[in-house]
């Protein structure tokens, strides 16, 4: 072989080890990223790795959070599913949209008038968007949204003998033996599977956008038998003071929901209601496991972004309180993830800093390189998941009726309802928000400073199709009176 015989060998050989990684890059940087977004109803900090219970086996999700960024100070936008939701599928903040209560759902045939959601927003702009189980506060499937929507199947449950308890068919604490593949978590996830696995990695495929909505661990907590009896025979209650109430006011009172908190401890069930909301997660855990088996294998698996979330958190006891519905840790603060697959970054990547559900929105159409409407609120997460260190751009800010705001930063928390009344709870030193130090006299300087974060206006509260029973605030006793 004569010289430049060789040269030119060589040369063909070094192209050969450079282009396909090079073709690669050209492409995942031109692409627009798939978008696997997990919803889950109601779970709180009760996840391995943000320790909110040390009992809780949730292998897969912290094996999700560990590989991508961890936002541990994540706080829901409202502690109910319904303004939670809309405020994070339409992307405003509820006093500025004024959906403070839950609405029904013909709520939405008005919304979608008005603004943009983020399936619609994704759809216009050439997603393909494949939805299942619980994404909306209720069944809104509208083909402005969805290139298609799962309609899963509903079986009898056959419930395990002897385990749990139940009070009615909605209070259930019992676990069930059905084949897993009836159960309706099972089915959205394979849905959600099934849609990821059919996009190949032909360069003319259209993104997908794959919005998976796990229900549990909402009431009833009714899961798999194995997931329950997986448990320790006795489950740890969660830290708990008896006088925490002393120093809360009557709207933070009046929140609380105190009933059932009242028949579990004269029954002796919390037991019971803790093991059944433990199991749940963990039966959450295998789906998302399964969800992320089905990413992790297929042709699109490092131009994918996987988002996981939860609606709001769930008081089991604590402040006396069972359900959500209160602007304390226990309801607002949420699992929430992002594992952009595309970036091969260091494990165990951790925001500290708060921050809410309103910044899915933006955070998505950034990743995706989209302008969104002018009136969406928010702001992107993108510089947090390159550093995690990156100041946010505003306060956590979560609100249940109008005129009750909680403001939360990395250390603190400020609490003020419409009346007047305001708590205070320095986390660094009262994680469990048991002290309340609004009136001390040396933290007067702290609390005039959360309180300029708090709104400055709000949105008059949308009157129309108001599930009544969610009025809390401002204008509960006036529409309450109107109704």
Known sequence: MNKITQIAALFITLIGFMAPSTAAEKTNSAK????????????????GYMGGHPQA????????????VAFMNAQTVSPGCSPSRNALLYGVEPYNSGLYPF??????????????????????????TYGSGKIHHGPEYSNLEWTDYLDADRHPKVFAKNKGFHTNKKNSF???????????DHQVASYGIDAIKKHGSNATDKPYFAAIGLVKPHLPFDCPVEFYDALPETIEAPALLANDLNDIGREGNRMRRAGDDKKFKKGNKWQDVRRAYLSCISWV?????????????SPEANNTVVILWSDHGYHLGEKQSFKKFTLWEEASRVPFIIHDKRQQAAVGRKVDQAVTLI????????????????????????????DQESPVAAPAISTWGRGN???????????????????????????????????????????KELEALLPKEEAPTIEEYISNWSLFGADAKRLKNTK
């Open 32 to 47: 627009q990223p798939n978008i696997v977004f997990i919803a889950v109803d109601d779970m709180n900090d009760w996840v």
């Open 57 to 68: 086996m949730t292998p897969n999700m912290d094996k999700l959070a560990n590989q991508g």
């Open 103 to 128: 609405y029904e759902h013909d709520i939405h045939k008005q919304l979608h008038e008005k603004y943009v959601t983020l399936p619609r927003f994704l759809k216009d702009n050439g997603y393909l």
């Open 174 to 184: 019992r676990p069930v033996t059905n084949p897993l593949e009836q159960l309706f």
């Open 285 to 297: 855990d295998y789906n998302v496991g399964r969800i992320m088996d089905a990413v992790n294998n």
């Open 359 to 386: 910044n899915v929105y933006r955070t998505i159409a950034d990743m995706a390189n989209l302008q969104v409407p002018e009136y969406v609120d928010g702001f992107s997460l993108v510089p947090q998941l390159k």
């Open 405 to 447: 705001y909680s403001v939360r930063t990395q250390d603190w928390r400020l609490i003020k309802y419409f009346d007047g009344e305001m708590e205070l709870y320095h986390h660094t030193k009262d994680q469990h928000e048991w002290h309340n130090l609004a009136n001390k006299t040396e933290y007067q300087n702290k609390l």
